[in-house]
């Protein structure tokens, strides 16, 4: 049995943990590996060995964090391949699917690595005699991420190139249930040359998290995960003073108008939907079809959800892996099951798919739902699953109140061939990341990414400049040189410009 430990102060350590979870191949269901689970102990050992390398990499120059940036980078291309097998076997989805996971965090790399432009400060001269104010940025500290299961390496890396790169320390708390890609990454950073310290990994659970969210050695915390779970840690860490952002779960909506080109926005929903088994904050799990739209583009996704090669994610010819958990796969097979129940029309079912070969494996295969209504429990509750649920509504208004009374606003995708009809969608639409024709509107690594409403507590999105704004604290310097000015003079008056 593999022990996966934590990686403080720049080596492995047990720490104190007594407790261990295990951690499964979801493609054979057998756990040949388990991971610690973090004493708040540990969590103070981590944040001990932070601090004390805040002090030097605070002070490291700018230039130097960023060569560290770009050796790290390069590691990234390097190892692609490695770190997506990891992942893969411990996550279930394919080894092309991680390979691009990788490249979308790699880009918050590269974006880090143009931080010498973003953290230009302004300069205004002469603001009154004699006086010239300007601002600049210093980083927080010791910060903290705590991460989901769904991208082991992405959703981590949308935080600690900014946080390290910005010259603030780092405590990861990876998901307990695919831990490696964590502890390969922090081997990435040693060997980039990044100081001991820099970057730690504490392993764990609620226990971890809430001795996170209490420490007073930590300034803020980025946490992505489910919504319930973002409340609450926005809620504890900013009670204990600290910075937090938190982003929560989702439910997408994929609009099809009439006048759409069918096969193309299928294809896509098809891809959107199932990719990675749904198991993606921005999968499509709503698709939305407009009036004369609905009975052809059923018709196609039935044929292409059909065609789905369904096996272990290291097979390349697997086009969907398995769930990450047997209980994730209950959670999957109990949402068409109640979909069914209360009336939906089951034209693609995924239930009591085997993999030869992998009988013990967390498979679902895909499942279509038509004649979906926002009040059943399939269209209430995010499936996080391969479950594309079709709700047939009459005009774009329809689709856009529909999705705008929906507690979730991660993302939303229209497909059209019509441009004011694009137009009237984006501007009236409440979520915050939204396609044209495009299903997965990922914001590319310098814009942020964030949604709206429960997909996300309190109001920082994520990397691009607002994680550069959120892991440092601006100062304004208004100075004036007493030798040179025209009148030093003091007033006891509150000072104006003159
Ligand atoms: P999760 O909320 O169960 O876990 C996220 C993190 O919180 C993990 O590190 C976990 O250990 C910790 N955690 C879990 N339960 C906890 C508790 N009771 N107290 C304290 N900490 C706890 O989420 P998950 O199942 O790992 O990931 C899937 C969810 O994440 C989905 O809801 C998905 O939509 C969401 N997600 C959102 C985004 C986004 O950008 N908005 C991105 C990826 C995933």
């Known amino acids: 049995m593999t022990v996966i430990d934590h990686w403080i102060n720049g080596a492995a350590t047990a720490g104190d943990s007594t407790r261990t979870a295990p951690v499964f191949d979801p493609a054979t269901g057998v756990s040949g590996k388990e991971v610690r689970l973090a004493e708040p102990s540990d969590v103070d050992a981590a944040v001990a060995a932070a601090s004390a390398a805040f002090e030097t990499w605070g002070e490291t120059s700018l230039a130097q964090r960023i060569r560290v940036l770009f050796a790290f980078r390069e590691l990234l291309v390097r190892d692609e391949e490695k770190l997506a097998r990891i992942i893969s076997a411990e996550h279930g989805k394919t080894v092309d699917d991680a390979r691009g996971e990788i490249a979308r ?22 603001v009154s005699t004699d006086v010239d104010v300007h601002n600049f940025r210093q980083p927080l500290g010791v910060v903290a991420g705590i991460t ?56 764990g659970d609620k226990a971890a998290v809430d001795a996170i969210l209490d420490h007073p050695g930590i300034s803020a915390v980025s946490f992505v995960g489910s ?20 982003l929560g779960g ?4 994929g609009v099809v108008m009439p006048d759409a080109d069918l096969d193309f926005a299928a294809k896509h929903l098809i891809a959107a939907a199932y990719g990675s088994a749904g198991e993606r904050c921005m999968a499509i799990s709503v698709a939305v079809a407009v009036g004369s739209a609905a009975d052809p583009l059923v018709e196609i996704l039935e044929r292409k959800a059909r065609e789905i090669t369904v096996g272990p994610g290291s097979d390349p010819a697997t086009d969907m892996g398995p769930l990450v958990t047997a209980a994730a796969r209950d959670r999957v097979t109990g949402a068409v099951a109640s979909g069914a129940a209360q009336g939906a029309t089951v034209v693609v079912d995924g239930r009591g798919l085997k ?15 038509d004649r979906v209504t926002a009040e059943m429990d399939a269209y209430r509750e995010e499936i996080f699953g391969p479950v594309l649920a079709v709700v047939r509504v009459d005009t774009v208004d329809e689709a856009i109140a529909l999705i705008n009374a929906n507690p979730y606003g991660n993302g939303t995708a229209v497909f059209t061939s019509d441009g004011g009809t694009a137009r009237h969608f984006q501007r009236k639409v409440k979520v915050g990341m939204i396609g044209v024709n495009v299903p997965v509107p990922v914001p590319m690594s310098y814009y942020s990414f964030g949604g709206w409403k429960d997909s996300l507590i309190g109001d920082s999105p994520i990397h691009g400049p607002e994680g550069v704004r ?10 004036r040189w007493p030798q040179r000015a025209q009148d030093a003079g003091a007033g006891f008056s509150f000072p104006t410009s003159n």
């Open 105 to 126: 965090g790699r880009e918050v790399v590269e974006y880090a690595c143009g931080l010498g432009d973003i953290l230009k400060g302004s300069f205004s001269d002469q």
């Open 227 to 246: 919504t319930p779970i973002a409340r609450y840690v926005h809620e504890r860490g900013t009670a204990s003073g600290k910075r937090v952002q938190a």
């Open 148 to 203: 989901p299961f769904n991208f082991p390496a992405m959703v981590p890396l949308w935080m600690h190139p900014i946080a390290i790169a910005t010259g603030n320390t780092f405590v990861l708390k990876p998901s307990e249930r695919d831990p490696s890609a964590a502890n390969y990454v922090a081997g990435l950073y040693a060997e980039a040359g990044l100081p001991a310290g820099v970057f730690n990994v504490v392993h």
């Open 250 to 253: 989702a439910k997408n909506h």
């Open 355 to 369: 993999v030869e070969g992998h009988e013990n494996g967390f498979f679902v295969g895909p499942s279509l739902l």
């Open 470 to 479: 959120f892991y440092t604290r601006v100062k304004v310097v208004t100075t």
